[in-house]
């Protein structure tokens, strides 16, 4: 209420001062001022030096932004090809940074130098070859280098060696969580379908096939240090998008398919986080919300918790309300520590027997064949 009625004193001032411009204007009546609409010399003078005024303003501003703003960027990447990107990213910079700085200086000079002046008139001239040919030739030069490059670097990223020792993970979106499948010790994928979602088995895992035997879900990624992750990725409703932003990774999940991702992590959570540089940004943070904490408790509220760093799965396809909650946290073990987490992990099909209260489990499925076999009898009266 209060800012409609800020907004309306504010319109009626406006009026006012335009009504008050007007009265000015008629009381000049008589007066030898120029009142006419074509501008003068003076007009242009004042609007070719603008023409200056204009251009500092954007070399300052943008300066004044890469210091300010400059360190908020992504440092140091966390995946082996990381660096690749990084680089085509700099050169990218680099060049439209060049190009912006030549460009806009000629602009801004030639707007200058060619303002009105009384009694001179523009030169007209259809066209100059020499001059379209150099304005031609040389951005599609540059463009050219910058695509190669980049599909250089995109088809080194993008392949996987189907012979690779590789994790094989299962990331399946949907509104608005992410939840991983494992592949398990035999690194397949068991089929799955959304038909068949029913009850705790949440990502419509075939139980029926045997390459599923093995397979298990959680919803916190583990994965170890310096081995590649090879991550498939599934959408249970609309498009979302799998950013991993310190690895330098991003993909689209899509309803009906499986795209696909392959990284290698090359620095662990806890190294990650002594990088003297990340050692710093958190200190940062955490003095910001340790100010803001001594407000919150003066009114009577609770304080915040101190802020760690984490790897994060984010989604970066704005997929409805909550999507700006959409993550997972990401933990990069050491090889070790990542053996020790995989032990005892409850498969879906175990899952799903433990949900059924049927025949209960003994041992561990998938390691022995013939339990194997007998859970897949076991999958396929749960499935009816
Ligand atoms: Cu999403």
Redesign the pocket.
Known sequence: MTSLLVIIVLVLLAVALWQLTKIFDLTQVGSNTDNSQVATDNDNNVQGYLMFGFLSFIYIFTIYGLFTWGNLVLHTPASAHGATVDNLMNITWILIFTVQAITQVLLHYFAFKYRGKKDQKALYFADNNKLEAIWSVIPAIVLAGLILYGLYAWTNIMFIDEDEDTVVIELY?Q??KWTARYAGADKVLGKANVRLIEGVNSLGVDLSDPNAQDDFVVTELHIPKGKKIHFKMRSQD?L??AYMPYFRAQMNCVPGMVTEFAFTPIYTTAEYQALPYMVEKVANINAIRAKKSIELVANGETALDPYTFDYLLL?N?I??AS?YN?QMKIIVDTPEEYAKWLKDKTTVIQEVKKANTLAPVDGAVGVDSTKTMDTVAVAKVDMK
């Open positions: 979106a509104q608005f609309v979302h998008s989604c396809k997929c409805g999507h959409m």
